[in-house]
């Protein structure tokens, strides 16, 4: 079988006609990139934003296009909205809104996603980097397996993922239909991530619109199945991927992730009124590296200070989940792709995010969140 190389795809592009000009794709300048890992591929269209919509079928005869050469396992193209004519135009608010199996559908309303089968959806998030939220989200999604919940663990940190390593995956996501990925499956998780796709030592140069197109593929064209949460790991701070997250998604909630120093707290009272002004459930915030507890004679020593993230919750009126210890054993077993509740089931701190876990899926079982419509932006 000849190698897949993207000369040879850039020459099946050429084979697609842009209606508007009635030039190819490649001719026309539309087509941005092309990414190829172990049989699938994932093509760019920069195009105009007055012409999304109307570009949707081009989109999808690109995929076609490329589906149909040998060697190829799967096939997307997502348009990014970076090009504009002189003067630039209103944004005509498209949507890259398109199904591309039964697993999940678009529908109205801006171009709502609805991952079909998942009761509730719950993001992960912190107002900086260096808080420990990935192996928060982590932990605590492995916590509600534990507790006998089927769950979904969504990697949604598209420049820094973090999921290959904490979680040992190796392989390639694979595709019975050619059209959705299967999630890998760690630990009783059904997980997806950029990283199980991309190199891990590949940068992801990616502008805002490419990052949102590729976190709505990750929800959209993945078969979570029938899960009762899926937990997405987001990135820090308050950009793209949480926005494109909170607006197009009915999450059911957020879970809050800080250290106890004033510094962390600031930003994650950012990240906290995010969610609110796009109306989306605050279901509590964890203090990550509460205290310092020595692995070897077992004193506690409160490094960051402590009860700052407690008294934060307090204070703006959302639950406080638990406090998390900085302990070597939480970050060897993450970095060795083995999470500490699994690792080490029966272990005090396994505890601590199990009895977080329980707190989360309380809240959601009280709230009945997952029919919550997706909320509009409005920014004053």
């Given at each position: 079988m000849a190698e897949l190389t993207e000369s040879a795809i850039r020459k099946v592009l050429e084979t697609v006609t842009d209606p508007a000009t009635g030039g190819n794709v490649v001719a026309s300048g539309l087509l941005g990139g092309i990414a190829i890992r172990g049989g699938h591929v994932a093509?760019?269209?920069?195009?105009?934003?007055?012409?999304?919509?109307?570009l949707e079928p081009l989109r999808q005869a690109c995929e076609q296009a490329v589906r149909a050469m040998a060697g190829v396992l799967s096939a997307t193209a997502v348009m990014t909205a970076e090009r504009a004519a002189a003067p630039p135009p209103a944004p005509a608010g498209h949507s890259h809104g398109h199904n591309h199996g039964q697993g999940a559908k678009t529908t109205g309303g801006g171009g709502r996603i609805d991952v079909h089968g998942v009761k509730h959806i719950i993001a992960v998030a912190s107002g900086k980097g260096g808080v420990g939220k990935s192996t928060t989200a982590v932990n605590l999604a492995l916590g509600l397996v534990a507790n006998g919940i089927s769950t979904g663990l969504l990697d949604a940190?598209?420049?820094g993922p973090s999921m290959p390593r904490m979680l040992g995956v190796t392989e390639k996501p694979e595709s019975a239909d050619g059209k959705q990925l299967k999630p890998i499956e760690r630990y009783g998780l059904r997980t997806m991530s950029i990283g199980y796709i991309v190199n891990e030592d590949t940068p992801m140069i990616w502008r805002g619109p490419m990052v949102s197109s590729a976190l709505e593929q990750m929800l959209r064209d993945v078969q979570w199945g029938e899960l009762d949460v899926l937990?997405?790991?987001?990135p820090p701070g308050t950009g793209d991927a949480q926005l494109t997250l909170a607006q197009r998604v009915a999450l059911a909630g957020a879970v809050i992730v800080s250290t106890p120093q004033d510094i962390a707290l600031v930003d994650a009272r950012k990240g906290l009124n995010m969610f609110r002004k796009v109306a989306v459930p605050v279901l509590g915030i964890v203090e990550n590296m509460s205290y310092f507890l020595c692995p070897k004679c077992g004193e506690r020593a409160e490094i960051f200070g402590h009860g700052g993230a407690r008294e934060e919750a307090e204070k703006l009126g959302v639950p406080f989940l638990g406090e998390v210890p900085l302990h070597l054993d939480i970050r060897t077993t993450s970095d060795s792709g083995h999470p500490i509740v699994v690792?080490?089931?029966?272990?005090?701190?396994?505890?601590?995010y199990k009895n977080i876990a329980g707190r989360v899926w309380k809240q959601l079982s009280a709230n009945q969140r997952g029919a919550r419509k997706a909320p509009t932006i409005v920014v004053r």
């Open positions: 093509i760019t269209l920069d195009v105009d934003p007055a012409r999304g919509t109307a940190d598209i420049y937990v997405v790991d987001m690792a080490q089931p029966d272990s005090p701190h396994s505890q601590v």
